[in-house]
């Protein structure tokens, strides 16, 4: 599948993603299985979205559908303003799974999407190992993947998704297979480096204090087929501290999602 070169956004007052009454319907061999169904909503530049919804609910489905990676069915999606048609070059991404090459060290992982561009190694080897100070890896430039925690090997494949500049950032629940406190601190991490990148992020979650913690808008899908329910503001100040996941404020909006989430997951 070709990625398309950057696209300018000639308009920053245009939502750079837009989804319009989006469907997504998979063969199964019978009438099709339906994964989400009219979903509308506007992503801008420098937001940080999180999704949430229940098990089932087309949230990895919407994620790759924006990384042009799925074609939806019926509906529109607009990338600064053009149809998103496929993959595009500024528009990265991070699965739960690291996906790193194991014969790779941290740095020839990073470097890779560079490689592929065909930047001199030079070049691609000064910014990877900006990458790596970034993502707090300095010192195990030439570790390999089976020597690394589950925590640092996704700090590898932010880099690597980081490292060619990308406009957005999508992440499938990065963090989903950590244990609780690894998860946390991953979590202080990544706002770390999205205040000094400020990318345009959306990241698949199922975690509300996570999603609170990390967004300035949440957005809550329905059991399949995934509907959008919410659409939830997360007016909580920045920079966010460990300790406001304690405050009132922080329990009434975990109260909303998580009366937004049960009502979803009810069999229609």
Request: charged share 20%; glycine share 8%.
């Amino acid at each position: 599948m070709a990625v398309s070169p950057h696209i300018v956004n000639p308009n920053p007052s245009i939502p750079i993603l837009q989804v319009s009454e989006l469907s997504a319907v998979f063969s199964n061999g019978q009438q099709g299985l339906q994964a989400l169904d009219r979903v509308t909503f506007s992503v801008y530049t420098e937001e940080f979205i999180c999704v949430l919804g229940p098990s089932g609910s087309g949230k990895s489905t919407l994620l790759r559908i924006l990384a042009g990676l799925l074609p939806l069915t019926t509906g529109e999606l607009f990338y600064c303003g053009q149809p998103l048609t496929g993959p595009q070059g500024d528009i990265g991404v991070v699965f739960q799974k690291s996906n790193l090459m194991p014969w790779r060290t941290v740095l020839e992982n990073i470097t890779l999407p560079l490689e592929l561009r065909r930047v001199p190694r030079a070049e691609a080897l000064r910014q990877a190992q900006e990458m790596v100070e970034l993502v707090g890896l300095t010192g195990f430039e030439t570790t390999l993947p089976r020597d690394l925690s589950g925590g640092m090997a996704q700090r590898v494949a932010i880099a690597r998704a980081l490292i060619h500049d990308p406009r957005v950032l999508l992440l499938d629940e990065p963090f989903g297979s950590l244990d609780a406190l690894t998860r946390e601190r991953m979590g202080s991490e990544l706002l770390r480096i999205w205040q000094h990148r400020r990318k345009t992020v959306i990241m698949v979650t199922h975690s509300i204090s996570e999603a609170l913690f990390l967004a300035d808008r949440v957005l809550v899908l329905s059991r399949r087929p995934g509907q959008l329910r919410l659409d939830l503001p997360v007016d909580l100040p920045r920079p966010r501290q460990e300790q406001m996941r304690y405050t009132p404020a922080f329990g009434e909006l975990a109260r909303q999602l998580r009366s937004t989430i049960e009502d979803a997951t009810e069999i229609l």
